[in-house]
C-alpha cells in the first residue's frame, strides 16, 4: 500500500520558493499527501497549505522582511535577540491568522509533524501539531539557535530550531510509514552545506554550550548526509525533490524584499514542472 508523505526543509525567508511551490499545489487541487512533516520555516508553509491559505506565507515573509525589528543585529550585539520571535507569534496568532479551523478539518486525521530540538538533550523532537499549542510548536521549530538565545519551552523542555538536527525529515517520514516522499528543497540539487565564516564567529560565541557546538559542528554532516540518503534510498522507497535550479537570492534572515518575488516565481515554476511531469 502507497503511503504519501509531503516533507518540507526550513531555509528561513528562504522558504518564500517552499511558498510558490505549495500555492500552486494549491491552485491545482493537488494533495494526495497521507503525511506532512516539516522542519524550520517548513512548519510555516506546511500550515498554510493545510490550511488552504493561498498566499499566507509569501504575505507572512513580506511582512516580516519589511519590519524593522523582527531581526535587529544592534539588538544582538547590546546582549538580546537578533530576531525576535514573538512578533511572529503575534503575527501568527493575532495580526494574520492561519486559520487552525480550517486546518484541522482539511488535515482531518493525517497527521503534521513538526520537527524540533531539544536543547538540553541535543536529540530531534517529532510533535504532532495541536491546535491548542499549534503556534507555539511551530515557533519552537523556528528558533535559530544564538540568533534568538532562549529557545522555546515546549512541556517541560527548552526547544530551538529543528532544522539544527533534522533539516529535511526524509527518514522521520520512512519511520512512520512512508514510501513515496516529495520533499520541497530551499537549496538546489547540488548544494553541499558547510559552515561560513560568519556560521563558525557564532559558533565560537557559543563554544561554552557544549550541546550547541556538538550540533553546529555536526550541522553540516547530518544534511549532507541526508542528501546522499534521498540520492539512495532503502529498497521499496521513492524519494522525488522539487528544488530551485539556481540557488535562491533571498537568504536566511533579511530585511530586504527585492528578492522575494523572484524566489516565490521560481517556486510556482518548479511546481508546475513536478505537476507535469507526476
Known sequence: MTKTALVVEGGGMRSVFTAGVLDTFL????????????SSAGT???????????KYSVRLINRLAKSDTFVDWSRFIKGGNAMELSELHDVLSLHDPIDLIQAKRRLNSRPFVITSCNKLKGKASYQHAEPSRWFQQIIASCALPIVFRPGIKLDNDVHIDGGLVDPIPVRKAVDLGANNIIVIRTRTRKWKEKLSLLERLLTYWVRHDTVLTKLLDNYSNEYNNTCEFMRN???????????????????????????????YSAGIKAANLFLQRH
Do not use: M, V, W
Not at 44 to 49: E, H, K, M, T, Y
Not at 235 to 263: F, H, M, V, Y
Open 27 to 38: 491552485d491545482h487541487g493537488y494533495d494526495p499527501f497521507d503525511l506532512f512533516i516539516g
Open 44 to 54: 510555516l508553509n506546511l500550515s498554510a497549505f493545510i490550511a488552504g491559505q493561498k
Open 233 to 263: 534510498p532503502p529498497a521499496g522507497i521513492n524519494i522525488i525533490e522539487i528544488a530551485p535550479d539556481e540557488e535562491l537570492q533571498t537568504p536566511t534572515l533579511t530585511r530586504e524584499i527585492s528578492t522575494l518575488e523572484n524566489d
